[in-house]
């Protein structure tokens, strides 16, 4: 799992929250979103986009 907590910024945060490995989905703080693929250095990436707000927290846990 990955949690980022964004503190204070100019606007908006994206995350791109990348995974080594083949997910199907991803637990965004407990709501389910589906895992999109890539290869990074040869190697299968799963990975979602997620968007902060200032003061906001977000966990992401892999499910297989």
């Known amino acids: 799992s ?3 907590h964004y503190k204070k ?3 908006a945060l994206t995350w791109e929250v990348d995974f080594y ?3 199907s989905s991803f637990l ?3 709501k389910k979103i ?3 693929h890539k290869i990074l250095n ?3 990436i799963s990975y979602i986009v997620l968007v ?3 003061g906001q927290s977000r ?3 892999a499910v297989h």
């Open 52 to 54: 902060l707000k200032e």
């Open 21 to 23: 490995g083949s997910f």
């Open 42 to 44: 040869g190697e299968p």
């Open 34 to 36: 589906e895992a999109k």
């Open 2 to 4: 990955s949690t980022l």
């Open 9 to 11: 910024g100019v606007g």
């Open 28 to 30: 965004a703080d407990g």
């Open 59 to 61: 966990t992401v846990k």
